[in-house]
C-alpha cells in the first residue's frame, strides 16, 4: 500500500475517534439535560446509521479525480452531452473497448444513496459524494454511440457537458490458446468466466488448495488441522470441475497445491519449504493426483518457490498458451496474488515457450471493497486509481444475459462462496436496502455474486513481445 493510502487510513481512523468522543460527549449531555433512556434509545439509531451510509471501507476522497495514463497511441476523442445523449465530434474510431472520462458531481441526495449513471441500457454506480474525473465504461454500445442515440443521465448525480471518449483496439483473445492463473480455486471464475468460457483452447492453472479459513468445516466434528485438509481437498476438486462448466475439460486443468498466504514467503526464501499454516501438511503432491501431467514439483512434493516457477515453465511449454490471464500486481493487493504474477513472470523468463501477451484482472482493491461498485448486471467502470498505473492498453469484452447466469452458476458451484451470511451482515444488508436502496442478487449472498457478475469482464493488457 502506497504511502499516500496509508495517510489517508491513518486520516480515516483519526476522524472515526474523534467523532466517537464527540458522540460520547453528546450522548452524556443528553442523558444528563434530557434523561438516560434517551441514551440506548440514540445509540440504536447511531448503529443503524452507520450500517446504511458509512459501513463502506473507502480509504480514499470521493471527491479525489481518478488517474489513468493511457498508452500514447490511443485513439480519443471529444464529446459532448446535449440532451442526454453523447454526441461525437468525428466518426467513431476503430475499437472494441470504450471508456468515456468525464467529470461527475453529486447532489444532496447522492451523498445519501449510491449515485450512478445510467448509459442507454447499462447502469454503473459511484462512490457517495462523488466529485471528480471518473470513467464509464462503454463497451458494446458502439453501434448507439455512432448513431448519435446513446443516451446518458446521471442518478443522484450530474455529469459534465463534456468528456473524452478513449477508444482502444484488441483482438478477440478468446480465439487465441489462453492460459488462466488462478491464485485460488474460484479466481479463474470471478475474472474470467466469459474470456475462458468462449475459448477453445483454454487452461486453467491453481496455484492453491485455498485451505485455510475453514471453521464452517469444524461444525462435522473435525479438529482445526483436519477442517483445513477437507477445505483443501474441497476447493482443489473445485478448481478441477468447475471449468467444465465452461467447457474446458478437467485435462486442461492443474491443480499445483501450494498453500493459502505462503506464497509471498516462498518467494522471499525460494528454496525453503512452506507448509500450510493450518492444515499441518507440506506435502503439494495430496491434492495433484488428478492433474493430467507431470510437473517438477512432483519429485518431491515441496511447497517451495524453486519449484512453483518450474512448474508453471512445465505448464508454458506443455500447453503453449498465447496470451496468460494472471492478477494485476499494482491493483489488486492480495499477496498471494502479486505472488502469483510474480512467478509467472519469472516462469516465462525461464521458459522456451515465450506467450504474447498477458491479461491482468482485479479480484481484490487497496482501498474499496464495493468495487464494481452497483448491483450484478450492471457495467464495470473503470475502479478507483487515486495514484496513476502503468499505462497499459484495457480489453473490455461484453458478456450477454446467458453467460452471465451460467458465471452466476459456476461461482454457486464454488465451495468458499457457498452458504449464508452470518447475522450482522444480513442484518446490515437489510438496513441498507430499506434506507440506502441497494439490492443483492438472488443467485447467491457472497458479495462475489454482486461484484463479478456483470455486463463486462475487464483487463488490462500488457504486451510481452515488446
Known sequence: MSARKQQLLKTHRRHKRMFLIAFLIALLATGFWLGWWLVPVLLVLAWVAHEAWFADHLFYRAADDYQYNFPADTARQAVSLSGGVVRLDQPLANGETLLLEVELKTTWLGRWLDPYVEAGNDRQDFERGVKGRRFLNLSGQATALSEGTLTLRGRHCTVGASGTLWVMGNPDYAQRRVMVIAPHADDAELAAFGLYSRSTEASIVTLTQGEIEAEQYQRLGLDKAEAARLKGRLRSWDSLTIPLWGGVPANRCVQLGYYCLQLPAMAEEPGKPFGS????????????RHNPLTLAGDADGAPTWHNLVADLQAMFEHFRPEVIVTPHPELDPHSDHVASTRAVLEAIAASAWKPATLLMYANHLHDNDRWPMGPAGGGIALPPAIEPLPADRLWSPVLSAEVQLDKAMALAMEHDLQGSQGFK?????????????????VTGSNEFFRKAVRRHELFWVRDLSE
Open 425 to 441: 451482515r444480513q442484518l446490515r444488508r437489510v438496513i441498507q436496502q430499506v434506507l440506502a436502496g441497494r439490492r443483492w442478487p
Open 277 to 288: 499454516r493450518e492444515s499441518g501438511e507440506s506435502d503439494v503432491r495430496s491434492v495433484r
